[in-house]
């Protein structure tokens, strides 16, 4: 029975303690309330510990003429439009404070010569912009807020996993899950929940993303009836590393060219030249060096075209590739040892501007990338769509339940402009932290429900009930199954029929995944939890499949070979998703909300 | 090429345990914790070994390979010799969990007894302040640390001695120079570190700074810094004196 677990209540239950889980459990513990942070890990190892090359926040610190509406539409047209126009707004105008918040809370930013924070280039962003710490901005951002919650009265509750949600009615009042050492289950009663468990680059074969981006938080909401928004679109980034195999996907920074790095077919050729986008062509240069003084900071210089959107720089790539101009492993070359031919002491600056890079190929791959090109390919690197939220609160359509950061839809549209994601965690956690304090302040308890518990319970233990052999399988190889024909047939490049294949594919996985039998205890062991993350994995990545197969056009992240344009009318509309009484996946358009004039103009002022 | 390796991993929990020995074989590029990964997906799906980034960025993956303390993902296959037997087992300063998993929690315990950030004044109106790089570098120099914990785990204070109520270790040292040397810090941390945080116990033989993954001067650039501000505050005799004596407020 429930009362046999052991329960812990609290005001807001945050689930993932990432730069957004940790970001709103500060916020919800300032506001008075009693905060509970589960960590998928260990306190400070959450995969924002991962970005690398900065913070977007329109400070103008390195250029004065950047504004929150430059940086706004910059946003919206990285997004191609289908952006939560709202968030974009919010998002523009708050990073700023948010990341001087950083720095009142120990953060140490580089330093421009007058001693301001520092920011650097980055594609698509018109202006210098992204502030940063050399090339681990993301291990600055976890630390810095994880030193500054351990003394705001926050309960941590490390190496939990969430099973599930719970619900009083329609409205979601804790959650439910197990400690990974020893294998325990807990109940977490809660007024209000914030869900910010990143992202779902495990559903795909190469990917930058850790064991734990298995979509937890976004399927944990679907399944308590939360909707989704635009899942089709997903970040391949550019430059994960190829070589050697087992690092494959391990991400290459976007500093890299940020700070002169070029992209070279096998031919020695830079490709990026060859296809600029209509909409990007009057802020792309032409001349090589004209290209090189704008990663120095020269404010009248027009960026290169390696600095275009991840979107479309990976599909260059992929374009290489097929085309027999890749590099020897499949990829293609990226050079920042070139620079030696523009800077007296290069190797020493590349190795203070991305140290962290130097290391990983030293260490990983055992070359010099301050004297040899790197190679590099496309990475599952970043879900766009979530969960759905109200822009200004992160409420979701269920109440009680609120999202942040990259499990939540709505900021970065069709595609994501690098350093676009710490600021969103902080600009995101913050405000979903504050509304789910002001939620739980304003509600009582809800009722737990011990049926739902029991159900959940019965789930999660069930593939040790199932005796090995006689048509069980073990975990592993339903996941590589899943991974494998994301990879191929809901990639980078989409086609209906291959979409089609890994629909009714993922049904034969769903199948083969009720029928996975582990071995052992429950303590520590990662066979049952990898067949506990399959039901997650096949949620979004139907999720993924569906909405993807639907939108009949390309449009950032999503890229359809057989619609390879734009299409205007598609860019009026969302894609939602929903579960549906029966249990089914559902799946409509939902129309954009109007943008407000001011904004329209903002964007008219900026083309 | 492929070769086949063996490999010796510990597997138990707090109460014992045993080597048990697992033989697979690899293909070029790995490292070592790939080929867990592949014993666990293959041989021994119960297998527990903590893990996340895969790229030396999060420091989950603390073992001792071959008796030395490392990130398993970042020791490459190639710099080990596999004609022999490759030992992995876990940290040995901290209690077992279970198998390459053991309990770190006592880390996270020490350092929120150290006094939090606190910052002056904001230099400019708009609330932010000026630092110049230079200013910068060291304490960014510490704040490179992971938290893998590797530095503790080879610190013969804590490992052989067990002194984890009266010194708080190589890490949480780096945390409090980081704390102490960051330009904008109002706090004084001194009196703790001489006395409940045990800075003298350190006896400068640099293994934690043999260890470091991101290559952190540990001892040279944090601990002796710090030591030397606690012998100045409190071992001087002519700064004792003044002290008494200089004019007050």
Request: a neutral charge; proline letters at 4%.
């Amino acid at each position: 029975m429930a009362t046999n677990y052991e329960t812990h209540e609290y005001d807001v239950l945050v689930i993932g303690a990432g730069g957004a889980g940790l970001r709103a459990a500060i916020e919800a513990s300032a506001a008075g309330v009693k905060v509970g942070l589960i960590c998928k890990s260990l306190l400070g190892k959450a995969h924002t510990v991962m970005a690398e090359g900065g913070m977007a926040a329109a400070m103008g610190n390195v250029d004065d003429r950047d504004s929150w509406k430059v940086h706004f539409a910059d946003t919206m047209r990285g997004g191609q439009y289908v952006n939560n126009w709202r968030m974009a707004e919010l998002h523009a105008k708050e990073a700023p404070q948010r990341v001087h918040e950083l720095e009142a809370w120990g953060a140490v930013f580089d330093r421009t010569k007058e001693g301001k924070i520092s920011q650097r280039n980055f594609g698509g962003h018109r202006y210098p912009r992204l502030a940063h710490v050399g090339d681990r901005t993301g291990l600055e951002l976890i630390r810095t807020l994880q030193d500054h919650g351990i003394h705001q009265g926050i309960s941590v509750h490390m190496e939990y996993t969430i099973v599930s949600l719970l619900k009083d009615g329609d409205r979601v009042v804790g959650a439910f899950g197990y400690d990974r050492e020893r294998g325990r289950f807990r109940i977490f009663k809660a007024k209000a929940v914030v869900v910010c468990t990143g992202g779902l680059g495990r559903a795909y074969a190469v990917t930058s993303n850790s064991w734990e981006g298995t979509g937890d938080g976004v399927s944990l909401a679907y399944h308590a009836g939360a909707e989704l928004l635009d899942m089709e679109f997903i970040q391949f980034h550019p430059t994960g590393m190829i070589w050697p195999p087992s690092v494959k996907g391990i991400l290459v920074t976007e500093s890299v060219r940020g700070e002169g790095g070029v992209l070279r077919n096998k031919d020695g050729k830079r490709f990026m030249y060859d296809d600029v986008p209509e909409n990007y062509k009057s802020q792309t240069s032409t001349d090589p060096e004209e290209g090189w003084r704008y990663t120095q900071n020269d404010k009248n210089a027009k960026r290169p075209p390696e600095l275009l959107t991840r979107d479309h720089v990976a599909r260059c790539i992929n374009r290489e590739v097929k085309a027999g101009r890749g590099s020897p492993h499949g990829g293609v070359f990226l050079d920042i040892a070139w620079i030696k031919e523009k800077i007296p002491n290069s190797a020493e600056h590349i190795k203070k501007k991305i140290p962290s890079m130097y290391h990983q190929f030293m260490q990983l791959a055992n070359l010099d990338i301050t004297k040899e090109p790197m190679e590099v390919g496309p990475t599952t690197h970043y879900a766009m769509g979530g969960i759905r939220v109200n822009g200004e609160t992160q409420a979701t359509n269920i109440p009680g339940l609120f999202a942040a950061g990259e499990c939540a839809a709505g900021l970065h549209g069709a595609n994501r402009l690098g350093g676009n994601s710490l600021s969103d965690l902080i600009v995101f956690g913050k405000r979903a932290g504050e509304y789910a304090a002001k939620y739980a302040k304003e509600n009582s308890a809800g009722k737990i429900n011990d049926a739902q518990i029991e159900a959940a319970y019965k789930e999660a233990i069930e593939p040790f009930e199932r005796p090995a052999g006689g048509g069980s399988e073990g975990p592993y190889q339903v996941q590589y199954d899943l991974q494998n024909m994301m990879q191929a047939n809901v990639g980078i490049v989409r086609l209906q029929n291959e979409m089609e294949f890994a629909l009714a594919g993922i049904e034969k996985l769903k199948a083969r995944a009720a029928k996975v039998a582990v071995q052992g205890h429950l303590e520590y062991n990662p066979g049952w939890h990898t067949a506990i993350d399959l039901k997650h994995l096949l949620t979004i990545s139907e999720a993924i499949t569906l909405c993807s197969i639907d939108r009949k056009e390309s449009r950032g992240g999503h890229f359809r070979e057989d619609f390879p344009n734009k299409d205007p009318e598609a860019q009026k509309y969302n894609s939602v998703i929903s579960k549906s009484a029966d249990g089914s996946m559902k799946l409509r358009r939902e129309p954009i909300p109007a943008m407000r004039e001011d904004l329209k103009q903002v964007i008219e002022e900026m083309k | 090429m492929n070769k086949t390796v063996t490999f010796r991993i510990w597997r138990g929990d707090a109460k014992g345990g045993e080597f048990v020995n697992y033989t697979t074989e690899i293909t070029e590029g790995l490292v070592v914790l790939d080929v867990i990964h592949k014993i666990q997906a293959t041989q021994a799906n119960d297998m527990a070994c903590r893990w996340n980034c895969k790229a030396g960025k999060c420091g989950s993956c603390s073992a001792e390979i071959n008796g030395i303390p490392k990130l398993m993902c970042m020791t490459r296959m190639d710099t080990l010799n596999t004609d022999k037997i490759i030992t992995v087992e876990p940290m040995r300063a901290f209690p077992s969990i279970r198998d390459l998993v053991t309990d770190v929690s006592w880390n996270f315990r020490v350092k929120t007894k150290i006094k939090k950030f606190n910052p002056r004044k904001p230099d400019a109106a708009d609330g932010t302040w000026r630092m110049m790089q230079e200013d910068v570098d060291r304490v960014q120099e510490f704040r490179k640390c992971i938290e893998c914990f590797l530095c503790q785990d080879v610190c013969h204070v804590l490992r052989d001695h067990h002194k984890h109520d009266e010194f708080i270790g190589p890490r949480f040292l780096v945390y409090t120079a980081a704390l102490e040397m960051h330009p904008l810090d109002t706090e004084d941390r001194l009196p703790e570190l001489k006395q409940s945080q045990g800075i003298g116990f350190c006896n400068i033989t640099k293994c934690c700074t043999k260890v470091c993954p991101e290559h952190i001067t540990i001892t040279d650039n944090a601990i002796i810094p710090l030591k030397e501000r606690v012998v100045d505050e409190y071992y001087d005799p002519l700064g004792w004196l003044w002290k008494k004596i200089r004019p007050q407020g």
